[in-house]
T-cell receptor
């Protein structure tokens, strides 16, 4: 499998422009995550989907951010309008559904893409 | 508040030497702890996942330990190689009491390791 595929790898855009980041998760994975990484704050979860349904978007910084997952093999993270403080690396990640029942504690490996490096000037 | 603290923030070691990275957490209820390796300019790659019942887990030259009582974990790198130069991120998962929701991850700030020849 090619792993989680993200595009673009690098994007430089002007403040106020719309930015769309794309992700193709690993085939068969039930969960898809969007993370943001900065030097100051490290890795932060923005939103995650389970079976294409957004489950928790509490990490989305504000209304300028939106994410969609129209099907099991594609997701987008959109920033409109973009601001310089949005400059960061945005990671998409996917995983299988945890093999767990109620209260079980087994984990599931989360596979990250290579990231989209966004610079807003 | 769930927190994950890693130490040291950075370290430099000579090729061939061993080193140990520390991770302390306050995440509760605990589900599992993961170590990730992130090369510069790349996405994080999973090294290990440990549940509360596992004390030690190895992946090649990487050995992770977990003490769920003291809420501490360590990652030991044996006979370091230049390719071990990377950031190592400790991630702790809290168990959400909602069956379909999955685990909630708290990320440490990472330890940046530089291996010199």
């Amino acid at each position: 499998d090619a792993g989680v595929i993200q595009s673009p790898r690098h994007e430089v855009t002007e403040m106020g422009q719309e930015v769309t980041l794309r992700c193709k998760p690993i085939s068969g994975h039930d969960y898809l995550f969007w993370y943001r990484q900065t030097m100051m704050r490290g890795l932060e979860l923005l939103i995650y989907f389970n079976n294409n349904v957004p489950i928790d978007d509490s990490g989305m910084p504000e209304d300028r951010f939106s994410a969609k997952m129209p099907n099991a093999s594609f997701s987008t993270l959109k920033i409109q309008p973009s601001e310089p403080r949005d400059s960061a690396v945005y990671f998409c990640a996917s995983s299988l559904k945890p093999d767990r029942g109620w209260g079980a504690v087994s984990g599931n490996t989360i596979y990250f893409g290579e990231g989209s490096w966004l610079t807003v000037v | 508040k769930n927190q994950v603290e890693q130490s040291p923030q950075s370290l430099i070691i000579l090729e061939g030497k061993n080193c140990t990275l520390q991770c302390n957490y306050t995440v509760s209820p605990f589900s599992n702890l993961r170590w990730y390796k992130q090369d510069t300019g790349r996405g994080p790659v999973s090294l290990t996942i440990m549940t509360f019942s596992e004390n030690t887990k190895s992946n090649g030259r990487y050995t992770a330990t977990l003490d769920a009582d003291t809420k501490q974990s360590s990652l030991h790198i044996t006979a370091s190689q230049l390719s071990d130069s990377a950031s190592y991120i400790c991630v702790v998962s809290a168990l959400w009491m909602i069956k379909a929701a999955g685990n909630k991850l708290t990320f440490g700030g990472g330890t940046r390791v530089l291996v010199k020849p």
